[in-house]
């Protein structure tokens, strides 16, 4: 857990229900909107100056429009466009309330969804989650971000061609389109785990470092956090399906069913991972504890062979007058050799046996 996660919320302490207070970190440097408009055979694609410049886009009734609002902490600019296009307070407030868990809910007049966006940092091989919030009306969508840059690119390219489906469709398609770039984006995510998995399994049984189990330990962590940003998506897409609303076609429902099928796919994989990982780290624990025995072993038979050597050493340290080895020229050329004949025996039979 995150130092600070609850302290993010003081601001919201004792405020009525609806009050419009930035939950969350800044991420954008200035608030962007920008704008595309389009059908059949008309697009307009242009980034606006001010919040006000909506309204003439809201009265477009021939067009379908789609408002994407980039940096969430201008809360006037928020509250302004809610105006407009009649959002709920209640709404508006968990737009600006970043700790959002994934879910879907239903005003009649719109359908107010929000879920985890997330991206790969391979520098340093960390997970970068932002909060995507979506409302879909009869006419329009607006998406919320915390900062620019985003995986709606290839939604952006097909809406400037004339000839796509988004551009026969309604906005109810393209808010599929947008949930689906942003599930397709978690396979992205996942192939790099997998490889990375892959080699940490063939460095844990080749030579298991401590670094590995550090590596193990972030890896779980990331699953973990995958996991809380994924499993509630199998609710959100399930309401999507069975809402009884006619924001949604029936010819869209098909398109829901098969984003649903993907997010089964990205939860399978996850829950795949985090077993490999928790099995993974047992078997560094057993790798450390076979290279303890291995050592223990070589240890207990260096002693084991030199304890006759010892007993040899210590009984002719014991300087007795009456002791006749001790006046013999040849005496103590004897001992030694006695001694490695004594080691090299020792050594042959624990060599016989395999216990080198």
Same mark, same amino acid.
């Given at each position: 857990?995150?130092?600070?996660?609850?302290?993010?919320?003081?601001?919201?302490?004792?405020?009525?229900?609806?009050?419009?207070?930035?939950?969350?970190?800044?991420?954008?440097?200035?608030?962007?909107?920008?704008?595309?408009?389009?059908?059949?055979?008309?697009?307009?694609?242009?980034?606006?100056?001010?919040?006000?410049?909506?309204?003439?886009?809201?009265?477009?009734?021939?067009?379908?429009?789609?408002?994407?609002?980039?940096?969430?902490?201008?809360?006037?600019?928020?509250?302004?466009?809610?105006?407009?296009?009649?959002?709920?307070?209640?709404?508006?407030?968990?737009?600006?309330?970043?700790?959002?868990?994934?879910?879907?809910?239903?005003?009649?007049?719109?359908?107010?969804?929000?879920?985890?966006?997330?991206?790969?940092?391979?520098?340093?091989?960390?997970?970068?989650?932002?909060?995507?919030?979506?409302?879909?009306?009869?006419?329009?969508?607006?998406?919320?971000?915390?900062?620019?840059?985003?995986?709606?690119?290839?939604?952006?390219?097909?809406?400037?061609?004339?000839?796509?489906?988004?551009?026969?469709?309604?906005?109810?398609?393209?808010?599929?389109?947008?949930?689906?770039?942003?599930?397709?984006?978690?396979?992205?995510?996942?192939?790099?785990?997998?490889?990375?998995?892959?080699?940490?399994?063939?460095?844990?049984?080749?030579?298991?470092?401590?670094?590995?189990?550090?590596?193990?330990?972030?890896?779980?962590?990331?699953? !973990? $956090?995958?996991?809380?940003?994924?499993?509630? %998506?199998?609710? *959100?897409? +399930?309401?999507?399906?069975? &809402?009884?609303?006619? /924001?949604?076609?029936?010819?869209?429902?098909?398109?829901?069913?098969?984003?649903?099928?993907?997010?089964?796919?990205?939860?399978?994989?996850?829950?795949?991972?985090?077993? !490999? $990982?928790?099995?993974?780290?047992?078997?560094? %624990?057993?790798? *450390?504890? +076979?290279?303890?025995?291995? &050592?223990?072993?070589? /240890?207990?038979?260096?002693?084991?062979?030199?304890?006759?050597?010892?007993?040899?050493?210590?009984?002719?340290?014991?300087?007795?007058?009456?002791?006749?080895?001790?006046?013999?020229?040849?005496?103590?050329?004897?001992?030694?050799?006695?001694?490695?004949?004594?080691?090299?025996?020792?050594?042959?039979?624990?060599?016989?046996?395999?216990?080198?």
């Amino acid at each position: 857990m995150k130092p600070g996660m609850f302290g993010k919320k003081k601001s919201k302490v004792g405020l009525a229900p609806g009050t419009l207070v930035h939950v969350g970190e800044k991420k954008a440097e200035r608030v962007v909107i920008r704008v595309w408009a389009y059908n059949n055979g008309e697009f307009i694609e242009k980034e606006l100056q001010s919040v006000e410049e909506c309204l003439a886009f809201k009265e477009k009734t021939e067009m379908n429009v789609w408002i994407n609002v980039d940096g969430l902490d201008r809360v006037e600019v928020i509250e302004k466009l809610g105006k407009y296009f009649e959002i709920h307070p209640l709404t508006l407030e968990d737009v600006l309330n970043t700790g959002q868990r994934p879910k879907m809910e239903d005003y009649e007049s719109y359908i107010y969804t929000v879920l985890k966006m997330m991206f790969l940092d391979r520098e340093k091989e960390e997970i970068v989650m932002d909060q995507v919030s979506i409302i879909l009306g009869p006419k329009y969508i607006l998406s919320f971000q915390e900062r620019e840059g985003d995986v709606f690119d290839p939604i952006r390219e097909r809406l400037r061609n004339p000839n796509s489906r988004l551009r026969k469709t309604g906005v109810d398609y393209l808010a599929y389109g947008l949930i689906d770039a942003v599930i397709d984006n978690y396979f992205l995510i996942l192939e790099h785990f997998g490889e990375k998995i892959e080699d940490l399994e063939d460095e844990l049984i080749v030579n298991p470092k401590p670094d590995t189990l550090q590596t193990i330990q972030r890896y779980k962590r990331d699953m !973990i $956090l995958l996991r809380k940003s994924v499993w509630p %998506l199998r609710e *959100l897409i +399930n309401g999507l399906q069975k &809402i009884e609303s006619g /924001l949604i076609r029936e010819s869209t429902q098909i398109y829901l069913r098969d984003i649903y099928d993907h997010t089964i796919q990205v939860i399978d994989a996850i829950e795949a991972f985090r077993d !490999i $990982l928790s099995s993974m780290l047992d078997v560094y %624990l057993s790798s *450390l504890s +076979n290279r303890m025995n291995d &050592i223990m072993k070589v /240890l207990t038979i260096i002693a084991t062979i030199f304890i006759p050597l010892t007993f040899i050493a210590g009984v002719y340290g014991m300087n007795f007058e009456y002791m006749p080895e001790l006046r013999w020229q040849w005496g103590y050329p004897a001992v030694m050799a006695f001694m490695a004949l004594v080691g090299f025996v020792m050594f042959a039979y624990f060599k016989k046996r395999k216990w080198l």
